[in-house]
Structures are given as structure tokens and as C-alpha cells.
């Protein structure tokens, strides 16, 4: 069992960056790769950025690329989200969350285990 948990959301205004961190707790000597999904209200949850164990493979949503880094420290058994150039679309509920098979996958049924979000709030 890994435990996730979030932290870093709050309010920005448009055009302003975050960094959110994700926090891993549990079995992590396994390898796992790592995403970070989005929910905004009455909408899906949305693939955002993954990351491989070792950092080396990444993968974003189109809609971030350029604007959103995904990364990791091991030795920390952290995952950061460092988000620049907000827009108010990117206002949502974001969550980590593990994938124990380490593959660096873009659909939320992949990942097996979540935290339980951070709210990120971007006024324009």
C-alpha cells in the first residue's frame, strides 16, 4: 500500500505559478511511476502529467504543455508539479497519484493507488 497526499493548491491569479507536491508514504521501494490528474467541477477527471520512476519519461495533457513541469525526488519520495502561467481554466481539483507497474500511463484506470486532492483556484 502507498499513501499519497497533496499539498501546495490555493489561490492565484491568472498568469501566476504553483507548485504543488505530492508526498509518498507506505511501500515505496517499489518503483512506481507517478501522474497527476485534474477534476474541475461537473466535468471528468483529466490526465494532466506523468513521470517514470527514474524521471527519465515524462508525458503531458496538451493543454499544459510549455506551462506545467512534472518531477520527482526519490529521496524524498516526492513528486512536484510546478505550474507557471496559470489560467483560470486550469482551476480544479488536482490529485497524484501511483501507478505500481511504472508505466507512465494517461488514463486514470492505470493508476492504482490517489491522494485526495488539492484544490488550485485561479482568479482572472
Known amino acids: 500500500q502507498v499513501q499519497l497526499v497533496e499539498s501546495g493548491g490555493g489561490l492565484v491569479q491568472a498568469g501566476g505559478s504553483l507548485r504543488l507536491s505530492c508526498a509518498a508514504s507506505?511501500?515505496?521501494?517499489?518503483?512506481?511511476?507517478m501522474g497527476w490528474f485534474r477534476q474541475a467541477p461537473g466535468k471528468e477527471r483529466e490526465f494532466v502529467a506523468a513521470?517514470?520512476?527514474?524521471?527519465?519519461?515524462?508525458r503531458y495533457a496538451d493543454s499544459v504543455k510549455g506551462r506545467f513541469t512534472i518531477s520527482r525526488d526519490n529521496a524524498k519520495n516526492t513528486v512536484y508539479l510546478q505550474m507557471n502561467s496559470l489560467k483560470p481554466e486550469d482551476t480544479a481539483v488536482y490529485y497524484c497519484?501511483?501507478?505500481?507497474?511504472?508505466?507512465?500511463?494517461?488514463?486514470?484506470?492505470?493508476?492504482?493507488?490517489w491522494g485526495q486532492g488539492t484544490q488550485v483556484i485561479v482568479s482572472s
Open positions: 513521470i517514470s520512476w527514474s524521471g527519465g519519461g515524462t
Open positions: 507506505g511501500r515505496t521501494s517499489s518503483r512506481y511511476a
Open positions: 497519484a501511483a501507478d505500481w507497474r511504472g508505466r507512465v500511463a494517461v488514463l486514470a484506470a492505470e493508476y492504482s493507488y
